[in-house]
């Protein structure tokens, strides 16, 4: 949550960044103090703290103060334990395990849940109107975008994922208002995902990215789904940045799914597994 913070600085107004530089001073203390002193302690008015607490993604103070205390308290921040040439392969597997499980830990306390339920609302209802979802993702993302294709169309959605920037901006040239696309990126700098995401935008369609905070890519989507975690994209090949990549996609579809509901699904689901029996060795 924290170097979430940190991340987001630049993006801030002046004075929600007296209260960013506050709470990094002492979070401890910050989640203890009443708004009041908060606002006096950062030299801003009370409604300033609040707008900090939403710029960065929380749904107001109370939200980010909970948040907050469980990320200081509970012990769970991301610490990356890398992985030396002489490690046993026992060393290898709890390494890699914790890095995971922190990552995931961190992931529960600092998510958004407001831009996860505008996400899964403009998906809903692209769904609603048989507009086009659209996944786009490169390199190890567009495996992701791939899952999310193959999640997405067994809930009975219209639905496609590219991984190549050619057919990304083709296909981002066609989307209209009403229009979803996804877009997936661990670092948030890829320039075909950022053109794909400018031609969408511009034509109207709904843009979900899902990507570091920080980057160019968390700026120009209509909703941010923030994937932060300390990974270098330039040093390690992506391991849990996809991990929670493929996370977010599955609290997407599972929310989308429940609000179209059992009595759509089912028959559908029910009809596929039929369909499917004689696949497999009895």
């Known amino acids: ?107 529960r306390n600092e998510a958004s849940s407001i831009a996860m339920e505008k996400a899964v609302n403009a998906l809903l209802e692209a769904y609603k109107l048989g507009r086009q979802i659209q996944f786009f993702g490169v390199g190890n993302s567009g495996i992701v975008a791939q899952d999310a294709q193959h999640k997405f169309f067994r809930l009975g959605i219209n639905t496609t994922a590219y991984s190549d920037g050619h057919m990304q901006v083709m296909c981002a040239s066609v989307l209209r208002a009403g229009d979803c696309v996804v877009i997936i990126s661990n670092s948030g700098r890829t320039r075909d995902l950022m053109d794909a995401c400018d031609i969408a935008r511009k034509n109207g369609a709904t843009t979900i990215v899902i990507t570091a905070s920080g980057s160019p890519l968390s700026s120009s989507g209509h909703i941010h789904l923030s994937a932060d975690h300390p990974e270098g994209f330039d040093k390690y090949s992506p391991m849990v940045s996809r991990l929670l990549h493929l996370m977010i996609i599955d609290i997407l579809a599972t929310c989308v799914a429940l609000r179209i509901g059992s009595a759509t699904l089912q028959p559908l689901l029910s009809e596929m597994k039929h369909n499917l029996r004689n696949k497999r060795y009895t």
Do not use: W
């Not at 103070?61 to 990356?80: C, M, Q, R, Y």
């Open 1 to 107: 949550m924290l170097e979430r913070i940190k991340a987001s600085l630049p993006s801030l107004a002046p004075a929600e960044q007296r209260v960013a530089r506050l709470c990094l001073a002492d979070p401890r203390l910050f989640a203890k103090l009443p708004v009041t002193e908060l606002a006096d302690r950062s030299h801003v008015s009370k409604p300033t703290v609040v707008r900090f607490c939403r710029s960065v993604g929380y749904d107001g103070l109370s939200d980010f103060k909970l948040k907050l205390a469980g990320t200081v308290n509970e012990g769970v921040p991301f610490i990356h334990r890398s992985v030396d040439a002489d490690d046993k392969t026992s060393d290898v597997l709890v390494k890699v395990i914790d890095n995971t499980v922190a990552a995931f830990l961190k992931y």
